[in-house]
């Protein structure tokens, strides 16, 4: 999985956790269209770019159809979740167009850009096939270990936050926030829906 940016170097993985969540609003979404083949979720963060690439393999066929979006985001303004919920918003829509077409639809092969949520995503198509990919990678000495990465032990999202204890607060009410409704904000989910995009938005 290559990233859009040309700067986009050092890389940290989503949390497993977080990535097995965001397969299961797929799967929640999609379950209609999921009946013959697998999910495969990709995810990283980079300095300045968020990077999300959601296959679907289908059983018995080499090629993988993936639906890849990229975001800038800023680490000052610590919006990474935010990001990755546009991120996936903007793959579900593009997987529901490919689904209802019987993937009859032609996306852009090569990063291009569109308007989001008030936002610039960018979107990509790509028939990469993860498994061999990654056996190519290795072949190739560029496996995970030989790649620019951060340490793993580390929550790419938790570190994506403003760390409230450094955060200068005059008021004590001003730090207490409500668990519940923080986790929720964090919490992969599709915002508008699995909702097929006009093809004007996506070609």
Known sequence: MQPRLK????WTAFPKEYSE????VFKE????????????????????????RVGYHKDGRIR????????????????????????IDAAASMMMEYFETDGEVEFPRKW????FNGQSIFLQYSTVNTDLEAQADALLGEDEKALLREEENEDALSRAHVDEELS???EDDEMIEDDED???SKSPRMFGGPQKKKKDDLH
């Open 7 to 10: 700067t986009s170097k050092k």
């Open 64 to 87: 993988q159809a993936n639906f890849e979006v990229s975001m800038e985001y800023c680490q000052q303004k610590q919006d990474a979740v935010d990001r990755i919920h546009n991120c």
């Open 29 to 52: 979404n999609f379950a209609d269209y999921l009946t013959n083949g697998k999910l495969v979720i990709e995810g990283r963060i980079y300095p300045e770019e968020i990077l999300l």
């Open 21 to 24: 969540q965001i397969e299961g």
């Open 182 to 184: 923080e986790q929720e």
């Open 112 to 115: 291009q850009e569109y308007p």
């Open 168 to 170: 200068d607060h005059d």
